[in-house]
C-alpha cells in the first residue's frame, strides 16, 4: 500500500534539518524522494494529457457544434451500385451508358451516376441521373429540395410535390413542366440523395403513355435498395 514505505521508513523521526538536507541536490535521500515521486508526476502528467484531449473534443464541438449525422459511406464509382431494376422494368427497357463521377472534399463527398437507354425505333428513350451528397459540415436540411436537381434546365412543377414517408428523414417527389419526368430527394442526416428519371418520345415513336405513378414506385424502390446497399 501507499502508506507502507513510509511507515517503515524514519520520515516522521527526522529533524528538520535532516528533511531540508535530504531535500538538496545530493542529499542523501535524494534517490528515495526522487523514487517516491515518480507515481505521483506520472500520475499529474496523465491528468494533464487528459485535460489536453478533452479539452480538444470541446473546441471542435464549440467550433462545428451542429455537424450532420453521416450515416453512409462515400462511393467512388456510383454506377456499381446504381442498378435501376425496378425503374427498368417500368421502363420495359434496360440502362446502359453509364458514365459516373466523384468528389472528395473537406465539407462535402459527392459522386454522380448517368444511364440513358439505347435508341429503339417506334419506342421511348429513357435517361436517368442519380446524385449522393455527403456534407460533413454543415446540415443541408435548410435548403433541402430547393435548387434544380441533377438537370439545371428543367423546371419543377412544386405544386405537384408529394411528400415520401418512410425513406430517410424527408423525402419528396416532383415532377418535370414540359417534358415528361421525375425528381426524387431524400434528405436522411448530413446526405443528400437525388434521383431523376426522364422519358423522351422521338418524332418516329408511336404514341404511347407513360404510368407516372409505377414509374415513382420504382424510383421509391430503387432509391431504397440504394440507401441500403451505402449504409455503414
Not at 437525388?194 to 404510368?211: E, K, Y
Amino acid at each position: 500500500m501507499i502508506g507502507e514505505p513510509e511507515v517503515d521508513g524514519d520520515w516522521h523521526t527526522a529533524s528538520g534539518a535532516e528533511l531540508a538536507a535530504e531535500a538538496l541536490p545530493g542529499g542523501p535521500g535524494r534517490e528515495r524522494a526522487r523514487g517516491a515521486r515518480r507515481p505521483w508526476l506520472w500520475a499529474l502528467g496523465g491528468m494533464v494529457a487528459a485535460s489536453a484531449v478533452w479539452a480538444g473534443a470541446l473546441a471542435v464541438q464549440e467550433r462545428f457544434p451542429d455537424l450532420p449525422r453521416l450515416d453512409y459511406v462515400h462511393s467512388p464509382d456510383l454506377c456499381k451500385e446504381f442498378e435501376l431494376k425496378t425503374v427498368g422494368q417500368a421502363a420495359g427497357r434496360e440502362f446502359e451508358g453509364r458514365q459516373s463521377g466523384e468528389g472528395v472534399y473537406l465539407a462535402q463527398d459527392w459522386s454522380y451516376c448517368s444511364v440513358s437507354t439505347q435508341y429503339e425505333e417506334g419506342g421511348m428513350v429513357y435517361g436517368a441521373q442519380l446524385l449522393v451528397e455527403l456534407h460533413k459540415k454543415s446540415d443541408p436540411e435548410v435548403e433541402f429540395a430547393t435548387g434544380p436537381g441533377t438537370d439545371p434546365a428543367t423546371r419543377l412543377d412544386i405544386d405537384e410535390r408529394q411528400e415520401v414517408q418512410g425513406l430517410g428523414d424527408r423525402a419528396v417527389l416532383d415532377r418535370y413542366y414540359a417534358q415528361g419526368g421525375s425528381r426524387l430527394m431524400v434528405l436522411d442526416g448530413g446526405a443528400v440523395f437525388t434521383l431523376t428519371v426522364q422519358w423522351f418520345q422521338p418524332r418516329d415513336a408511336l404514341p404511347g403513355t407513360i404510368d407516372e405513378n409505377a414509374m415513382d414506385a420504382a424510383m421509391i424502390e430503387d432509391m431504397r435498395t440504394l440507401m441500403t446497399k451505402l449504409k455503414r
